[in-house]
């Protein structure tokens, strides 16, 4: 506690002086309190609890932090920290959002999400927003971190694109395009192209929605070509001609600079080169479904033929096997073949008995036909006629 | 004022008994204090009494928030933040390519804008909500503790099962594309990520929890000789006269004609096609303003720019039942706003402006405020 009185001045300017010289010894002879030059700027890296302190403050200024109330807002006036990215350190961007506290003797700040590679961050501590009372003389000091990118290694790939067989029908309705690990969403158009055989680009095939459709890891991503882009039965198109046309060769490419969700491109981009057939509009029926049934006591795979690809993934989502108790059946599904076979396996072994294959018809095929319904965006059919869901089932003998 | 062949933009208008509607409703109902667990936001709509609805695709749900933001204003100060996106970037610590702006909607009682962020383009994106008050101030809404109740949706429901939808052991999973408050429901557009399938579902709003889950009612954009599967971009509560309806703009559409009839569970929503747009048009936004008396449509789409839409005569306009052929035009004349350019989000700002957020240099986004046209 700093308490000199000096007696040698004389009442006209003593209070004044009383004033100078308290500083003066403040800033001289501080008693249990540290120089004001070792007011620091700490910084703690790890990602687990990242934060940054202002250390070295005097007892005053600490006592005195520990008793307001302040909210975020004035905080920030005495410690902001701020993200930036090349050009934007210059540009007038916000102070980070976080929760400021006073913690073993430091001011600390954390900031609500965690420090990002490739940025710089500074960190500025502002004296000047205490009160006159305390240790001002720090003045401004300005820290700044950077964590480094990291270091260049892409790994990810596209792993698989269904449909995978290299003859697909002009109206075609969906790919699959599957990584190898998760993704990056966001502006993902501008890495898949779909090019003709001269290599010129096919203008807009795709619907390209807002809301992109991924799996929940975003390591598949569903792309529908925009339906207004396939032809439909005799009627003719406007405007932009058909994505897809019968007898013509085409190209569907990711290219590598798509990034991974570890901000890395992909190794390699991937291409698919496929020729079109004519169009499918023949509903899926079961009655072409071939079954082979495996036999009773093993754990064969039991497998069904299809006269033409399906849908991958609705493939293996809607077909299920019961047994002749009516209980499913638990296994494992695979296809084959180009999606022309699929096949199961099961965990226990087969019993003998009628067993049944359950299909839900809003199956399809690659042309979107449903079991029993042509794929139409817009039906001109009567409404009576409704397409309801159903399960359709196939009994199979197992011996 | 150009006319054109459209064929995305249908016109649904559903006539519902106009009870008069006692003002006891508690729209606060079954919310309770506390931090909801967002995994997503993606689209967002304004409710009654500065509730706003957020659509949360990865949790299946839409979540309430009350806002407390009921202070009303007017306040027509311009609005301009340029380079929001880095601006929000700062904010929350990483760069400006690390955010996704997902919507942008304005608080009609109290002119703040409200933006749905996503802090991150992977798997593990943390969803934040930010306001942009009159001032152009930007701020993090806290989510910590906040009133909100949660509606989640049953499994997606298949064709022919209407009502409240069981728990399926094998769901399809199911992309929420637009949402809108109209009356006493939340309307919900979606589209999932393996069947060619669309829907538009509603749930009441106080939210009900029902056996199975939130109460549901399925509608199906179909009667007469046609039915649509295509997608719902965007939608917008609308009113023809002083009957309330719903404007939603399609994917992919030809001219028809929908007749008209009520909003119950498996009601067929008849629909009068406006305008039919080519194929390069995406529509992105909408809105519904008035301007001398008339109503009008305004549509961000990404090929096309900014479109103004006539609303006149909808009721009366002619219905259109086969494709245009060689060229000709039908549908409601509209003409394009060519100095609203890049416009990535639209919403109105107040009776006389809109709010819009569209691309600067590189790649800034700017939010502004513009007159509308």
């Not at chain 1, 299809?306 to 059946?329: T, W, Y």
């Not at chain 2, 706003?52 to 202070?71: G, N, Q």
């Not at chain 2, 509560?237 to 309806?245: D, E, K, L």
Request: net charge neutral.
């Amino acid at each position: 506690m700093v308490g000199a009185v000096c007696l040698t001045f004389s009442e006209f300017g003593f209070r004044a002086s009383l004033l100078l010289v308290a500083s003066w010894l403040a800033s001289s002879f501080p008693a249990n309190s540290v120089e004001p030059s070792s007011v620091s700027i700490r910084w703690h890296t790890n990602s687990n609890q990242p934060a940054v302190e202002v250390v070295g403050l005097n007892e005053e200024t600490l006592r005195h932090l520990l008793n307001t109330n302040w909210q975020s807002e004035e905080w920030q006036k005495l410690l902001s920290v701020y993200a930036g990215q090349g050009d934007s350190m210059t540009m007038n961007v916000p102070a980070m959002i976080g929760s400021y506290r006073i913690q073993n003797d430091a001011i600390r700040f954390e900031p609500k999400f965690p420090w990002q590679r490739g940025l710089t961050y500074r960190a500025v501590y502002r004296a000047a927003g205490l009160s006159a009372r305390i240790d001002k003389a720090s003045g401004q000091i300005i820290s700044k971190f950077s964590l480094p990118a990291a270091p260049y290694n892409p790994t990810t790939i596209v792993s698989q694109i269904y449909p995978s067989g290299d003859v697909l029908p002009e109206n075609l309705l969906k790919f699959y395009v599957h990584f190898s690990a998760p993704m990056q969403g966001g502006h993902i158009y501008e890495h898949i192209h779909l090019r003709d055989e001269a290599g010129h680009s096919v203008e807009l095939p795709f619907l390209e929605l807002e809301e992109e459709l991924w799996n929940a890891e975003m390591t598949r991503l569903t792309l529908f070509i925009d339906p207004g882009r396939i032809k439909r039965g005799v009627k003719p198109l406007e405007e932009v001609g058909p994505a897809l046309e019968e007898g013509k060769r085409y190209t569907l490419e990711i290219d590598a600079a798509w990034l991974d969700n570890m901000g890395m491109p992909l190794r390699e981009s991937f291409r698919k080169a496929f020729r079109v057939s004519a169009q499918d509009r023949d509903p899926p029926s079961l009655q072409t479904w071939k079954i082979s049934a495996p036999k009773a006591g093993t754990r064969d795979a039991l497998t069904v033929a299809f006269p033409e690809p399906m849908d991958q993934a609705l493939a293996l989502r809607l077909i299920r096997v019961a047994s002749p108790s009516g209980r499913l059946v638990q296994g494992t599904s695979a296809l084959a073949a180009h999606e022309q076979v699929w096949s199961f396996r099961p965990q226990e072994f087969w019993t003998v008995g009628a067993h049944q294959l359950q299909v839900q018809n809003t199956i399809e095929d690659l042309a979107g036909n449903n079991i029993g319904k042509v794929f139409e965006v817009d039906l001109f059919d009567n409404v009576q006629r409704r397409f309801t869901n159903a399960v359709i089932k196939l009994s199979f003998e197992v011996r | 004022m150009k006319m054109l062949r459209f064929s995305f933009v249908l016109f649904l208008a559903i006539f519902t008994h106009s009870t008069v509607r006692a003002e006891t409703t508690d729209w606060f109902a079954g919310m309770r204090e506390g931090k909801p667990e967002l995994k997503s936001i993606s689209q967002l709509a304004f409710g009654p009494a500065g509730i706003l609805f957020v659509a949360d695709t990865k949790a299946a749900a839409i979540i309430a928030l009350d806002t407390s933001d009921t202070k009303s204003t007017s306040d027509t100060k311009p609005i301009k933040i340029e380079g929001i996106n880095q601006k929000v970037a700062g904010l929350l610590g990483t760069s400006a390519d690390q955010i996704l702006i997902n919507d942008l909607v304005v608080n009609p009682i109290s002119r703040n804008a409200y933006l749905a962020i996503s802090r991150g383009r992977g798997p593990d994106a943390v969803p934040v909500l930010a306001r942009v008050k009159a001032s152009s101030e930007l701020e993090v809404v806290s989510l910590d503790k906040i009133r909100f109740s949660r509606g989640d949706l049953p499994d997606a429901p298949v064709d022919g099962v209407v009502g409240e939808g069981n728990r399926q052991s094998n769901p399809r999973q199911e992309s929420i594309t637009d949402i809108a408050f109209l009356e006493d429901r939340v309307l919900i557009a979606g589209l999932s990520s393996e069947e060619f399938a669309s829907t538009l579902r509603a749930i009441p709003f106080p939210f009900k929890k029902v056996e199975h889950g939130t109460s549901v009612e399925i509608y199906h954009g179909a009667h007469g000789r046609f039915e649509t599967r295509a997608p719902i971009r965007t939608f917008v509560p609308f009113n023809v006269g002083n009957q309330p309806s719903l404007l939603a703009a399609y994917t992919c559409t030809p001219l028809v004609q929908f007749p008209i009839s009520e909003l119950k569970p498996g009601a067929k929503i008849k629909g009068k096609t406006i305008a039919e747009l080519g194929n390069r048009n995406r529509p992105l936004d909408m809105i519904v303003y008035q301007k001398d008396g008339k109503d009008y449509i305004l549509m961000a789409n990404s090929s096309r720019g900014i479109m103004k839409i006539d609303t006149d005569k909808i009721e009366k306009a002619e219905s259109i039942t086969e494709h245009v052929q060689g060229g000709g035009t039908r549908g409601q004349p509209y003409e394009t706003i060519a100095s609203w350019a890049g416009v990535d989000q639209l919403d109105k700002l107040d009776s006389q402006h809109a709010l819009v957020i569209r691309h600067g240099d590189g790649l800034l986004l700017n939010l502004e405020s513009l007159p509308l046209p």
